[in-house]
């Protein structure tokens, strides 16, 4: 038998051994299976945790924690600045995209580069919040939660088609 026979051999026997610890081919996963990361937050707020987070808050967690990629106020650093419209970046997320929740979403999966999925859901409240509130969407006394998130007009919503609307249905 070649080399390349027995390597095939071998990884079908780890990964059926591996199936046969855990749950079948096919069989469904219950919640405490499935990571925080692993789900996912729907412009209706559909999917969003627990928590709560200010912009003031979020304003700390910023310097700690993201000004070195994006800069001290969020407009002028290297990396794609979250704050703007400047001469970086013309689109930044924090007011071009169409929903906050995507914000949010982004936010708790992607950051910081060097630690994604590391901030708390608080956390996560509290960064978008400073985001939305740094770009004028809301106000900076509005706490961010999983009720008020998906309330936040975008200011830029109108400007992207809804493939959903024309197809008759919304995924969510």
């Known amino acids: 038998m070649s080399i ?5 051999a071998a990884l079908l026997l780890g990964t059926a051994a591996a199936h046969a610890e855990g749950p079948g081919l096919g ?3 219950d919640a405490a299976e499935i990571p ?4 996912y937050v729907k412009p209706d707020g559909t999917g969003l945790p627990e928590g709560s987070g200010t912009a003031a808050q979020g304003a700390e967690i910023y310097a ?5 990629c994006h800069g001290a106020t969020g407009s002028e650093g290297p990396v794609m600045p979250p704050v703007g419209p400047n001469d970086v970046w013309p689109k930044p997320a924090g007011s071009y995209w169409p929903y906050a929740t995507t914000l ?11 630690a994604p999925k590391s901030l708390s859901d ?17 106000d900076a006394e509005t706490a961010m939660t999983a009720e008020t998130l998906p309330q936040v007009q975008m200011p ?3 400007n992207f088609t809804d493939v959903w609307a024309k197809q008759g249905a919304k995924p969510w």
């Open 4 to 8: 390349f026979k027995l390597t095939a």
């Open 27 to 29: 069989q469904p996963l």
């Open 36 to 39: 925080f990361y692993a789900t």
């Open 64 to 68: 700690a924690k993201c000004a070195a």
């Open 104 to 114: 949010f979403d982004y936010i708790r999966r992607a950051m910081p580069l060097e």
């Open 122 to 138: 608080d956390e996560a409240y509290a960064l978008a919040a400073y985001i939305l509130e740094r770009n004028g969407v809301i």
């Open 156 to 158: 830029n919503h109108g």
